[in-house]
Nanobody
Framework: VQLQASGGGLVQAGGSLRLSCAAS????????VGWFRQAPGKEREFVAV????????YYADSVKGRFTISRDNAKNTVYLQMNSLKPEDTAVYYC????????????????WGQGTLVTVSS
């Protein structure tokens, strides 16, 4: 599967953005999809994940209650709705997918998109 992340941009603190992760391939519904982010000088960290059918989600504590992950398998797309953005949310956001893994370990995902930059100004 090939992944294409989009939707990043510049937003003021307190604002919202919605990221999209569009996937190629006929079996997208077989993949769990996670979002990760990497700020300058920091390691890539887990943000959120959604399971194959969309019935289960899991979030990092730092975004819980502010971010919502969802998927539309008919459109082969996973979304990350980000509300109440903070300057510390500034990072390049990546989506990742795997058919066998559902979790927060970045090393367990086989497929990655190219990343989209989110900048939150104070």
């Amino acid at each position: 599967v090939q992944l294409q992340a989009s939707g990043g941009g510049l937003v003021q603190a307190g604002g919202s953005l919605r990221l999209s992760c569009a996937a190629s391939g006929r079996t997208f519904s077989s993949y769990a999809v996670g979002w990760f982010r990497q700020a300058p000088g920091k390691e890539r960290e887990f943000v959120a994940v959604i399971n194959w059918g969309g019935g289960s989600t899991y979030y990092a504590d730092s975004v819980k209650g502010r971010f919502t992950i969802s998927r539309d398998n008919a459109k082969n797309t996973v979304y990350l709705q980000m509300n109440s953005l903070k300057p510390e949310d500034t990072a390049v956001y990546y989506c990742a997918a795997d058919t066998r893994y559902y979790g927060s370990s970045r090393g367990s995902y086989d497929y990655w998109g190219q990343g989209t930059l989110v900048t939150v100004s104070s």
